[in-house]
């Protein structure tokens, strides 16, 4: 059995033993697929500061501070690789895992893929991946780079219920396991007790620094499994005013108006409502554009639209150097969302609006080239443009609040899903209104590494 490090070690990786992050932190670059990478699993870096960037006010254009934590310094470049971790070791702690007996089957849109890919080849595991086949080409590399299988269903982001009628079909196999990211309960874990209280942290860090108030105003997030939305769920805990944001695509607005569509945000918006998304801690779910997120990501990597936000507007040189290579699609959607926050709540200059970005540029290099064989080249106009047209004009439309009866409705659509298709029991899901379903698979935190760590004691790491 090859396991990692406990929610607490990725929460606080210096309290991992000295000497396995040590030769942890020599193989991130040295030998990334060695097992021992599974104690880089974290939002910190070797100094134990958590990645993150507060964006130039030049960009955003309003007054309130948005933090982004990043995932690119992830192992496999993305923070989903957490939520894979999380899922796979408990269930080979509890018994429903054999490394040496079982296929593992991770159905994704993308960077979850990814992630299980990395994590199951190192913990002993054979994997296969199911994605929707319009996916960006450097997704379905960086699979394959990690030994897995993949196998490629119809259409893009949002057919996500192809996947699941392969995951059924796979399913058939009594050797197969699904690694389901939508309802496997470790993906919450995973967010709400490192993400949620890494954030925590970093308020106060902040503060310290002159940033913020030492609190957070709001925390944003699109609904991709829903997983990160759990960092909300802690928050509200530690900050009763913080806002939960939800976004999803203007193009595929699923808890919106119940709409459909496919979209060009690669990692959210699947035409159903996840199982381990609490939408009953929801505050706002706002809509975004998706083509406002391609061509803002073109905007921040591409060196004419660096240069303008430098030169027309007067932002920090070495900070919007340091945003070209940290964000993908989704990440340019979560800032758009907080902007949007920041306007609609009018947040100011005290407050401090959080959200990620899940990935990084490196995976969609191939995007731009299709935007620019469309669309043309990007020049310092088209450049001033999108500052003003997509960043600095964000309009506080496409937003529902979470009165009790959406939030009623969020969770009714859960049934379609679930109930109808998945073979979860309408018991079941009547039992995701009360608080306490949700606070008790927050304590199994606490279980899960004592488990892991008695396992550790007979293995030698």
């Not at 606080?12 to 699993?41: C, E, F, S, V």
């Not at 309130?64 to 999380?86: D, F, M, Q």
């Not at 396991?177 to 925590?200: L, S």
């Amino acid at each position: 059995m090859i396991t990692g490090p406990t929610f607490e070690e990725m929460l606080h990786p210096n309290k991992i033993d000295p000497a396995i992050r040590a030769r942890a932190l020599a193989a991130l670059t040295a030998a990334p697929l060695d097992p021992i990478n599974l104690y880089n699993i974290t939002w910190r870096n070797p100094e134990n500061h958590v990645n993150h960037v507060v964006l130039p006010k030049a960009l955003t254009g309003v007054d309130a501070n948005i933090v982004v934590l990043y995932g690119k310094e992830y192992p496999s470049g993305s923070h989903k690789v957490g939520a894979a971790y999380s899922i796979l070791v408990e269930k080979v702690l509890f018994g429903e895992v054999d490394p040496s007996v079982h296929t593992l089957v991770w159905p994704s849109t993308g960077n979850y893929g990814i992630g299980g890919a990395w994590v199951g080849g190192r913990m002993g595991c054979k994997s296969i991946v199911v994605l929707p086949e319009g996916m960006s080409r450097e997704r379905f590399e960086r699979i394959e780079s990690y030994g897995a299988s993949i196998i490629k269903t119809y259409g893009t982001e949002s057919n996500v219920k192809e996947i699941y009628d392969e995951t059924h079909r796979l399913r058939q196999d009594s050797n197969v396991r699904i690694m389901n990211q939508f309802e496997q309960m470790g993906n919450y874990r995973f967010h709400y007790h490192v993400t949620g209280n890494t954030i925590v942290e970093l308020m106060a860090e902040l503060h310290a620094q002159g940033v913020g108030n030492g609190k957070a105003a709001a925390f944003v997030w699109a609904m991709g499994s829903g997983g990160s939305n759990a960092a909300a769920d802690r928050l509200k805990q530690v900050y009763p005013d913080c806002k939960h944001v939800s976004l999803e695509p203007i193009q595929c607005p699923t808890l919106f108006n119940n709409g459909y569509g496919s979209h060009e945000i690669q990692g959210i918006g699947d035409k159903h409502v996840t199982w381990i998304h609490n939408v009953w801690g929801v505050d706002a779910l706002m809509c975004i554009d998706d083509m406002s997120c391609v061509r803002g990501l073109q905007l921040l990597t591409e060196q004419i639209g660096r240069d303008a936000l430098i030169t027309r507007y007067g932002a920090d040189a070495a900070l919007v150097e340091k945003l070209g290579p940290l964000f993908g699609i989704s990440g340019i959607c979560h800032i758009l969302g907080a902007i949007k926050t920041a306007k609609y709540y009018g947040f100011g200059k005290d407050d401090v609006i959080v959200t990620a970005a899940t990935d990084s540029f490196d995976r969609y290099p191939s995007e731009m080239d299709k935007l620019r064989a469309k669309e043309g080249a990007l020049d310092e106009a088209r450049a001033v443009g999108r500052i003003e047209g997509i960043f600095h004009g964000q309009k506080t439309d496409w937003i529902q609040d979470g009165t009790r009866f959406n939030r009623e409705r969020w969770h009714n659509l859960k049934y379609y899903t679930w109930v109808e298709q998945q073979g979860k029991s309408v018991h079941d899901l009547d039992a995701q209104r009360d608080p306490a379903w949700w606070e008790a698979h927050q304590h199994r935190v606490a279980e899960i590494d004592a488990r892991l760590t008695e396992v550790r004691k007979t293995m030698q790491i």
